[in-house]
């Protein structure tokens, strides 16, 4: 079995791995793809010298994300025996967890509830809302 | 090297410092000095790039671009029309690898490179042409987009093959790293002199388009609302916000600019559509004259040539085919084949010439600010008999705005705003286009980009100060030198962009590339 966890480095992430944790330790043979999505869009505006610099950027973000984010997600579910890995990626949050999730052939994607509220929300809508009515691997929302 | 740059500072230098030493004379006169010190400065570089052919009125440098733009859609069996279609897929992300999110995107390098030259010489420009040429002038700007399609293919595909990428993730593309690399690849002799030929007129370039004709035009702008006041106060400002981004690094000014000015972009298409629709009858008759005027000129001086002149001229202008400019935007781009952004990017002139500024041009002809003579039907020239004259004896940006509060009357303040913002970003592409041109020259540093910077700097507060005509025959005349030296190099390396084309087109029939399911 394989279970995508979506982390968006706020605390609330920590009870979406603490319930796969759980979730894991049930099973026997459980695979947990610990997936952070760096926001991003093809169709933004940037200066000329933001792109000229973009790649080095790509890989500061992807190097942050890894070092602050995931790697110690992964280090304490690997400490408590499971098995686990990493992936760190651009896109639209929603879409990307959903893709990889899809291609990797998860039963289960599971996240922390929406950690913006009010206004925000309203306006740019939610990731985590986006997902449970999109997905198409069934998703499980942590309180 | 060392010494052309040393002399090159201290005259730019001697600018700066006389400069203020002028500020004790009324303002006024100070603008009137600023004026005649640079007519007088730039006289013989001018003179040289519209020197006429001999025997007839026709600037040589019209002709190499037209003889440029045409031979290339001639090599590549008219690229512009036959991979229309996949620059669009190209552009909308069919054919990018999703593991390269992230990186720079087709669509972002386009719109940067895109709000480079979107702008003023979309709005003044095309009413400078209009404004001389008569309705004609629009055909050949036509004309001279879609040809021009082709030569910014050849330039921005050789502008990621050759582009130089460093340890730290960073990219530097553009003319001078092409011509260099790739005459050297060819084993072609005075790659490196082209070189830096072209880096020069680069940043003349950058000083002249991509500045002094921005800020020139903005405070023309502003004092169309406000009244009249000193040129050099508007150039200080501009100077300040400026020096604000490039040197102190305030990126955000930037950002802001580069995520409002597309959206002023739409709104401008938008309310020349508005004024369309609104005079749909007179469409019809826009395009009459329009035909008309291209092979009879209806009056205008010079006749039709004049017409033709002028409509090249500022096409060129507009969307800077065949210059090299954009090359320089579109190197960053994340792609595995540079022919890729060839495609993309002759969808620049299109949007920029073929779609915008025929709208102004439409918009210009409909509003009727361009005087007839009722008797001959023929368009009735000012006293100089230089341009045609308009209702209220506008040219320049303050005929397009004219044209539209004709139409809409809240229009004209909008219009400020955008050509405000339009010349900011202008600035802003432009001042990097130039700082790689200066860094090939000197060497990458602090000191050396500072200095550019600062330069850079002073050069707006000078083109806000002096009258349209000298900043805008300085500023064509060095954009067109550097399509001197671009084109001339682009005919050797055509044939490389040929071997990409053709192998990058029998892998797409063959199905080897093919679309990413997203």
Redesign the interface.
């Known amino acids: 079995m394989k279970l995508v966890i979506g982390l968006d480095g706020q605390s609330s992430g920590d009870k979406a791995l603490a319930f796969a944790k759980d979730l894991a330790a049930k099973t026997t043979d459980c695979e947990l793809i610990i997936v952070y999505v760096?926001e991003?869009s093809?169709?933004?505006?940037?200066?000329?010298?933001?792109?000229?610099?973009?790649?080095?950027r790509?890989?500061e973000?992807?190097a942050v994300a890894s070092e602050r984010v995931v790697n110690p997600a992964v280090e304490t579910l690997t400490k408590a025996g499971l098995s686990a890995r990493a992936i760190v990626?651009?896109?639209d949050v929603a879409d990307?967890i959903d893709?990889i999730a899809h291609q990797e052939g998860a039963s289960q994607i599971i996240v922390a509830r929406s950690s913006a509220g009010g206004l925000t929300s309203r306006i740019f809508g939610s990731s985590t809302a986006n997902l449970v009515m999109n997905a198409r691997v069934p998703v499980t929302v942590v309180a | 090297m060392r010494k052309i740059y040393s002399t090159f500072v201290t005259l730019l230098a001697f600018l700066a410092i006389t400069l203020p030493a002028q500020a004790q004379d009324a303002a006024q006169s100070l603008d009137a000095r600023v004026n005649e010190a640079f007519a007088t400065f730039t006289g013989p570089f001018v003179s040289f790039i519209f020197a006429p052919i001999p025997g007839t009125s026709f600037p040589w440098i019209v002709m190499w671009l037209v003889i440029g733009a045409t031979v290339f859609t001639i090599y590549f069996a008219a690229v512009q029309f036959r991979f229309f279609g996949h620059a669009i897929g190209l552009v909308k992300g069919d054919y990018s690898d999703p593991n390269d999110a992230g990186e720079v995107s087709h669509f972002q390098a386009l719109a940067t490179a895109l709000s480079g030259t979107v702008g003023l010489g979309n709005i003044a420009g095309v009413a400078v042409a209009v404004g001389i040429g008569g309705p004609g002038a629009t055909f050949w700007m036509i004309l001279a987009g879609l040809l021009g399609m082709a030569s910014k293919f050849t330039e921005c595909t050789l502008g990621v093959k050759y582009r130089n990428e460093y340890p730290d993730g960073t990219v530097s593309g553009g003319p001078m790293y092409y011509i260099s690399k790739g005459f050297d690849e060819l084993g072609l002799p005075g790659g490196k002199i082209l070189a830096v030929l072209f880096s020069v007129f680069c940043i003349l370039g950058a000083f002249g388009g991509g500045n002094m004709f921005q800020a020139n035009q903005a405070h023309a702008q502003i004092t169309q609302i406000t009244g009249d006041f000193p040129g050099w106060i508007t150039g200080l400002v501009f100077a300040a916000v400026v020096f604000a981004v490039i040197v102190g690094g305030i990126k955000s000014i930037a950002k802001v600019t580069e995520k409002v000015v597309p959206f002023m972009g739409i709104m401008y298409v938008g309310a020349a559509l508005v004024v369309l629709i609104v005079n749909f009858d007179m469409i019809g008759w826009a395009f009459g004259q329009i035909f008309a005027g291209a092979f009879t000129g209806l009056g205008v001086a010079g006749g039709f040539v004049g017409a033709l002149i002028q409509g090249f001229k500022r096409a060129a202008f507009s969307n800077e085919a065949g210059v090299g400019s954009a090359a320089i935007a579109h190197s960053a781009v994340k792609t595995k084949e540079p022919i890729t952004e060839g495609f993309v990017s002759l969808l620049e002139p299109l949007i920029d010439t073929v779609v915008i500024c025929t709208m102004t041009a439409l918009v210009i002809i409909i509003s009727q600010q361009l005087i007839v003579d009722q008797a001959t039907g023929n368009y009735m020239l000012n006293e100089a008999g230089s341009a045609i004259a308009t209702v209220d004896g506008n040219s320049g940006v303050a005929l397009t705005s004219a044209a539209f509060g004709s139409a809409i009357g809240w229009f004209p303040f909008v219009l400020a705003i955008a050509v405000i913002l339009f010349a900011f970003s202008t600035m802003i592409s432009w001042s990097y286009y130039g700082l790689k041109a200066w860094t090939y020259l000197f060497g990458e540093g602090k000191t050396t980009e500072l200095v550019f910077k600062l330069i850079f700097c002073v050069f707006i507060v000078i083109g806000a100060a002096a009258s349209l005509g000298p900043v805008i025959d300085f500023s064509d005349a060095a954009i067109f030198a550097m399509a001197v030296v671009n084109i001339f190099c682009l005919y050797f390396l055509m044939k490389v962009v040929r071997a990409e084309l053709n192998s990058y087109s029998d892998r797409l029939k063959s199905g080897e590339i093919k679309k990413f399911v997203h």
């Open positions: 760096i991003w093809p169709f933004s505006f940037q200066t000329a010298e933001e792109n000229a610099e973009r790649h080095k790509r890989e973000e992807i990626r651009h896109g990307t893709d």
